[in-house]
Every structure is written in structure tokens, then in C-alpha cells.
């Protein structure tokens, strides 16, 4: 089954991960993303920006679009893993991630393709 671990954060996770120091949280995503891949596990993996971010929703037919990536959360959408694994695993894995002890990491699994609708 796929799964999406999506990776929130706010300012204070960003100051709590800077101290805990930048690179120990860069080695432990490099360590699951070389696991997961060695375990074709890994589908894909990014972070995301709120640089030129937009919220995009249709309204009496017309599109509203405004900037951020905001809507109405205090956390924003910071990155995300996508695995081919079982949920136990994708569960042990989120809880690896080290914006876990501070801010919530979702896991979701993906619906069938939209190419199968």
C-alpha cells in the first residue's frame, strides 16, 4: 500500500529544530531516505516553501486565489515522504522524523489513482 507522511511545522519548530542543529536533523532524513530506498520502500520525499505559495478555491464560479500557503491552520504543509510499505512501517518511520517531537506528522494512505477513476 502507498502512504504519504506529511511533515507540518510552524516558527517554533523551525527554532527548535535550528537548535537541536540543522545538520543532526539533516542526517537523520538522509538515513531514511538511504533506508527506505534500500528497501524500494521510497517512492518520493521533499520539503516544501511557502515562497510564492498560493490557496486556490473556486467561488460562485470564479476562482479566488490568495498568497500563502495558509488556510486558517497554525502549522503549515513543511514536506513529505511517499512509501510504498505497510502502516505499521510508514507509523515507525513518521515517528523517526525529527519534526515529529515537535509538530504533528500525518500518515495517509493514497486513494486509487486518479488514472483508474
Aim: hydrophobic share 45%; net charge negative.
Amino acid at each position: 500500500m502507498k502512504y504519504m507522511l506529511l511533515i507540518y511545522g510552524n516558527t517554533e519548530t523551525w527554532d527548535a529544530l535550528t537548535a537541536e542543529g540543522i545538520e543532526a536533523v539533516y542526517a537523520v532524513h538522509r538515513e531514511i531516505l538511504a533506508e527506505t530506498r534500500a528497501r524500494n520502500e521510497l517512492l518520493a520525499a521533499d520539503g516544501l516553501t511557502t515562497d510564492r505559495a498560493r490557496v486556490v478555491q473556486v467561488k460562485e464560479g470564479l476562482p479566488a486565489v490568495t498568497d500563502g500557503p495558509f488556510t486558517e491552520a497554525k502549522e503549515v504543509l513543511a514536506g513529505y515522504y511517499l512509501l510504498e510499505c505497510d502502516l505499521e512501517r510508514a507509523t515507525e518511520l513518521a515517528a523517526r522524523l525529527p519534526e515529529a517531537k515537535y509538530s504533528p506528522v500525518e500518515v495517509r494512505a493514497l486513494t486509487e489513482p486518479f488514472e483508474s477513476l
